[in-house]
């Protein structure tokens, strides 16, 4: 049974970073068939995919257009775990996030989630 | 706005079917999934490729697609059912987009 665990502050500073690790349990993070995802949800953006990482012979990374400029999503092989980075963090980034698999060679969709961090932005 | 359009909220007394709907352009290329979430908790995935159902998801549950939107309804709906739930699928560019959501009222 795969698992993901959450951790990391839940009150960050504006123009700081935000940091997030997922450590995953039941599966591997360079596994062939999965992608490793960071995923907000706030009342005012509703559910909004982040970014993902994967393993496909090389390391592969994606990011959605509105966060590009300011997010990483890097994968820790040697702790089986994958973290999330979002620099110069303002109020509009508070949100709860979660990480979560997609499964990219059965469902094609994320069939396994976090728990959810609620992240404040705030001075 | 979103690029999945779904109906902000739907209604059915126990016993009832509930359908919920969700459009987008994207949808007759890119398969379509359904999530239930409630209060407090992680999103549940209840419906991949448009209408397959995950083990351990009850029957009454299912998916459709047709065209620009697909559907979900949940037949002889339950008090438990009451819950959010979100249409998402993938977008041309290489990235996930999710809908708005629906907040699902048992009456």
């Known amino acids: 049974q795969v698992q993901l665990q959450q951790s990391g502050p839940g009150l960050v500073k504006p123009s700081q970073t935000l940091s997030l690790t997922c450590a995953i349990s039941?599966?591997?993070?360079?596994?062939?068939?999965?992608?490793w995802n960071w995923i907000r949800q706030s009342p005012s953006r509703g559910l909004e995919w982040l970014g993902r990482?994967?393993?496909?012979?090389?390391?592969?990374?994606d990011y959605a257009v509105s966060v590009k400029s300011r997010v990483i999503v890097n994968a820790d092989t040697s702790k089986n775990q994958f973290s999330l980075q979002l620099n110069s963090v303002t109020p509009e980034d508070t949100a709860v996030y979660f990480c979560?698999?997609?499964?990219?060679?059965?469902?094609?969709?994320?069939?396994?989630w976090g728990p959810g961090t609620l992240v404040a932005v705030s001075p | 706005s979103y690029e999945l359009t779904q109906p902000p909220s739907v209604s059915v007394s126990p016993g009832q079917t509930a359908r919920i709907t969700c459009s987008g352009d994207?949808?007759?290329?890119?398969?379509a999934s359904w999530y239930q979430q409630k209060p407090g908790q992680a999103p549940v995935l209840v419906i991949y490729?448009?209408?397959e159902r995950p083990s351990g998801i009850p029957e009454r549950f299912s998916g459709a697609s047709s065209g620009t939107t697909v559907t979900l309804t949940i037949s002889g709906v339950q008090a438990e059912d009451e819950a959010d739930y979100y249409c998402?699928?993938?977008?041309?560019?290489?990235?996930?987009?999710f809908g708005g959501g629906t907040k699902l009222t048992v009456l």
């Open positions: 994207v949808l007759p290329k890119q398969y």
């Open positions: 998402h699928s993938g977008n041309n560019r290489d990235t996930w987009v």
């Open positions: 979560a698999r997609l499964d990219a060679t059965g469902s094609e969709a994320f069939d396994v």
């Open positions: 490729k448009d209408n």
């Open positions: 990482t994967y393993y496909r012979s090389e390391w592969y990374m």
């Open positions: 039941g599966d591997s993070v360079s596994s062939k068939s999965g992608t």
